[in-house]
């Protein structure tokens, strides 16, 4: 099991940037990628951004292509997700989540193992 805590979320107004961070504990190595999944209140939880630990590859959302970048320190286990130019429409609840398998993969059930979440809100 991969243990999974994010940090950076927050208050942001329209047009700032946020920083979101998942360092990944325990069998980090068993892992082949890190996601990123948002969900807002009442919506089904939507695939963000996903980064291949070992080839960099990585992966967007259409809503957030070109706004945000997904990066990793594979010396910290660390993922980082850097969200730029945010919205209103981007407020939600920030999850990461492990998966063992290749390629781009945007369906949660892809993924074994999440981390709590981290909030992020941005007002108008």
């Known amino acids: 099991q991969v243990q999974l805590v994010e940090s950076g979320g927050g208050l942001v107004q329209a047009g700032g940037s946020l920083r979101l961070s998942c360092a990944a504990s325990g069998r980090a190595g068993r892992s082949y990628a890190l996601g990123w999944f948002r969900q807002a209140p009442g919506k089904e939880r939507e695939f963000v951004s996903s980064i291949s630990w070992s080839s960099g590859a990585a992966y967007y959302g259409d809503s957030v292509r070109g706004r945000f970048t997904v990066s990793r320190d594979n010396a910290k286990n660390t993922v980082y997700l850097q969200m730029n130019s945010l919205k209103p429409e981007d407020t939600a609840k920030y999850y990461c989540?492990?998966?063992?398998?290749?390629?781009?993969?945007?369906?949660?059930?892809?993924?074994?193992?999440w981390g709590q979440g981290t909030q992020v809100t941005v007002s108008s």
């Open positions: 989540a492990s998966k063992v398998v290749a390629g781009f993969r945007p369906n949660p059930r892809d993924y074994v193992d």
